[in-house]
């Protein structure tokens, strides 16, 4: 069975950092594409960035530059790391799923919530 | 990336039918055969429900549909039942090997 357990979320200060956590059961994290979307409160679910089979990645323009996503095979897991945390940041970060060759995401974790604040 | 845009509510009686739209451009809804659409209940993760336009997983209710015209994708469900209301969203990948999700739609069942 398939499952996604996000963790690292927080209360963090503007300018700080955080990484996020993605453990993975089921499937190789490293045999399809892997993605971050985010929920700003109040608001509808935004693409953050992914991580493709072969290791391309690509990100939001308005976090990239601050967030890199990356995976760990040996521990498959999917990360998230966030610097330069803004205000407008704060969102529940889902990290969603994607099989080589589709182009959408079919299983998605709990989500974390990461709070920018003072 | 513009999100894409969905109307920000739909309601319907218990047995009836609504359609949500998505609207893209030729970047993604309109270029693509790649438009999927999830249902998301607050706090819970998202659920998909349509793959590639038309496509529903294995378990989805044979009550959701979609389909595409142009850049506007649309969703219908029928046969509306109370555990239908949630919030909808349409996503397209894109030109640039990237994801967009519309704004989202709060569907409430009367």
């Known amino acids: 069975e398939v499952e996604l357990v996000e963790s690292g979320g927080g209360l963090i200060q503007p300018g700080g950092s955080l990484r996020l956590s993605c453990a993975a059961s089921?499937?190789?994290?490293?045999?399809?594409?892997m993605s971050w979307v985010r929920q700003a409160p109040g608001k509808g679910l935004e693409w953050v960035s992914v991580?493709?089979?072969?290791?391309?990645?690509k990100s939001a323009d308005n976090v990239k530059g601050r967030f890199t996503i990356s995976r760990d095979s040996s521990k498959n897991t999917l990360y998230l790391q966030m610097n330069s945390l803004r205000a407008d940041d704060t969102a529940v970060y889902y990290c969603?799923?994607?099989?080589?060759?589709?182009?959408?995401?079919?299983?998605w974790g709990q989500g974390a919530l990461v709070t920018v604040s003072s | 990336q513009s999100a894409l845009t969905q109307p920000a509510s739909v309601s319907g009686s218990p047995g009836q039918s609504i359609t949500i739209s998505c609207t893209g451009t030729?970047?993604?809804?309109?270029?693509?055969?790649?438009v999927s659409w999830y249902q998301h209940h607050p706090g819970k993760a998202p659920k998909l429900m349509i793959f590639?336009?038309?496509n529903r997983p294995s378990g989805v209710s044979n009550r959701f549909s979609g389909s595409k015209s142009g850049n506007t994708a649309s969703l219908t469900i029928s046969g509306l039942q109370a555990e239908d209301e949630a919030d909808y969203y349409c996503?397209?990948?894109?030109?640039?090997?990237?994801?967009?999700f519309g704004g989202g739609t709060k569907l409430t069942v009367l």
């Open positions: 969603a799923r994607g099989n080589h060759g589709d182009h959408y995401f079919d299983s």
């Open positions: 089921g499937f190789l994290v490293s045999a399809g594409y």
């Open positions: 991580i493709f089979r072969g290791g391309v990645t």
């Open positions: 030729s970047s993604d809804v309109g270029g693509y055969s790649y």
């Open positions: 590639d336009v038309t």
């Open positions: 996503s397209s990948y894109t030109s640039s090997s990237t994801w967009v």
